[in-house]
């Protein structure tokens, strides 16, 4: 079994691979905003929501509100880049 270190380690290195992931999905944010006709896509929430709980039916509770909280971060991050360009 693992030492309590070696698995804190393993951890880091996904927290850091969340972070450049979130990164890379905000600057893609910042490419699309300009192209929406609105912020909100209720439609594609609950299909990127559904596809999360096909793939992971034991974690999707705790996966679940993550995502809502990214969905909720990017919107925020539209508004502002829709105010910055006047859209």
Request: charged residues 35%.
């Amino acid at each position: 079994m693992k030492k309590i270190e070696t698995l804190r380690k393993d951890i880091d290195k996904i927290d850091k691979k969340i972070v450049e992931l979130l990164s890379e999905r905000l600057e893609i944010i910042k490419h699309l905003t300009p192209l929406k006709t609105t912020i909100q896509d209720s439609g594609r929430e609950s299909n990127i929501l559904n596809r999360i709980s096909e793939v992971d039916t034991l974690n999707s509770c705790y996966i679940l509100p993550i995502f809502k909280e990214i969905f909720a971060q990017s919107k925020l991050m539209q508004k502002k880049i829709r105010e910055d360009l006047d859209l």
